[in-house]
């Protein structure tokens, strides 16, 4: 098989792009376009309706860009719109919640799981749901961390402020005994260092990029719908505004090509 | 005279009620119809084409709601789109920036300003540029403080984080010898008293909130369009996107009497 079209996937802004690295480094035959509403960005404080519009907004634009998939790179719009973007669109619609939940039911052996995210995936209490649906007996403990967006942002990886911040977010986790921490914002990968550095005792850390990117590679191969593996996947990278300093941010971070990045508007 | 049309204020979310709460101080006998983009907040780190873009929608919204005059309660928005604004909108147009300007003009001594505000409104040099206006030989040391925001949003108000935060940010100006600083942000009236913690020594600081009604009030004199002293107005508030718990920190920190929030929908 060889099924050329790009895997669509869009973001709330630049974090997804978390995502793509992982989806490059798993999958580098398959193209990607990259859909970022930094137009409207940020979504973690907004309401489940408002987050529900913007996401068929840019389904719509990935679907016109012939995408054979669609990859939330979002946790608070995988929180809320997926049961309405799988019933408008007819591609497959992977989230970050689901493969994140899945992984962290993996990873614990004391059956105690941590959550940390924006204020609408927490309140959405989408990671408790997918936890419990797969086992009713795990325990989950989480917790919105609003400032790590902007610390993130801001490049501040390595900052005694952030460590600061993220002790005081990580600290109640750590005292309820979590075994299991999931980063449930797809900016958080990029601060992982940091969290380690905080965590200091051993605690499993689910990545959401890594577990989404697995998803859609099971997906791809079930619907047979894989590139060939020695097609050279390409990577576009579409805006709804002008990038600003924290893409770079990324880039660099993520050590991803991006080449020139296209500006969408939203009508 | 007795026109008791509302004034209309908006701003990109919540933070523009310092200048509403300014202005029921300076005038009472005035209706206040307010409008925050919640949907799209915050336009911090947005380009100047798509802050102009969302301030025409805003400003058209008020003059359906029968606006005398259009207050821009947004340091971001006022430093970029009120030309755009003068020139579709027949009210006078009133934005934060000059008002801010002419008031650290008057209360500086050694001629040293500093200013701290958003990524956009800084980087737009608005600020420089009215300073200079009035007065060539004025010295402006500007900084973005990107992360001012986020903490007032989560009600840090006495926290020792935001101390240290503010620390960092005010140090360099300290170290200049600025003699006064403009807040340019309509947010960081909020954070008055952890400014002057941090600050310790004698540093005037200019509240864009404050200045801005003050400028209201020639405005409305000038061009006779005060509502009658004995007028009891109201205020209405309206969002592009329900509130969250920051309208309930803002209603308090400011002692505000908000009533029932109305929900306008952006098309």
């Given at each position: 098989m060889n099924d050329t079209r790009p895997i669509g996937v869009f973001d709330s802004g630049i974090g997804g792009l978390t995502v793509v690295k992982a989806l490059r480094d798993l999958l580098p035959n398959e193209s990607i376009f990259y859909l970022g509403d930094t137009a409207r960005v940020p979504y973690g404080n907004k309401s489940a309706e408002t987050v529900e519009r913007y996401a068929i907004e840019l389904a719509n634009i990935l679907a016109k860009e012939n995408a054979k998939i669609i990859v939330v790179a979002c946790n608070?719009?995988?929180?809320?719109?997926?049961?309405?973007?799988r019933k408008n669109f007819p591609m497959p619609v992977i989230g970050v919640i689901e493969p994140g939940a899945r992984a962290a039911l993996e990873a614990t052996r004391n059956g105690h799981i941590g959550v940390i995210g924006t204020r609408a995936t927490i309140r959405s209490g989408a990671y408790e749901k997918a936890l419990r649906a797969s086992n009713d007996q795990v325990r989950v403990s989480s917790l919105a961390s609003p400032l790590l967006v902007p610390l993130i942002e801001e490049g501040l990886f390595s900052d005694n402020l952030t460590d600061q911040i993220l002790f005081r977010y990580l600290e109640p986790l750590l005292t309820k005994e979590i075994d299991t921490l999931v980063l449930g914002c797809t900016h958080y990968p990029l601060?992982?260092?940091a969290i380690s550095r905080v965590l200091k005792r051993q605690i499993f850390i689910v990545d959401s990029a890594h577990n989404c990117a697995r998803s859609v590679e099971e997906v791809l191969d079930r619907q047979s719908l894989r590139a060939a593996?020695?097609?050279?996947?390409?990577?576009?990278?579409a805006l709804t505004d002008a990038p600003d300093s924290f893409l770079n941010v990324a880039r660099d971070t993520l050590k991803l090509e991006l080449g020139q990045i296209e500006l969408r508007a939203l009508v």
């Open positions: 608070t719009v995988s929180s809320v719109a997926i049961p309405t973007l601060l992982a260092g593996l020695l097609n050279n996947g390409k990577l576009r990278v």
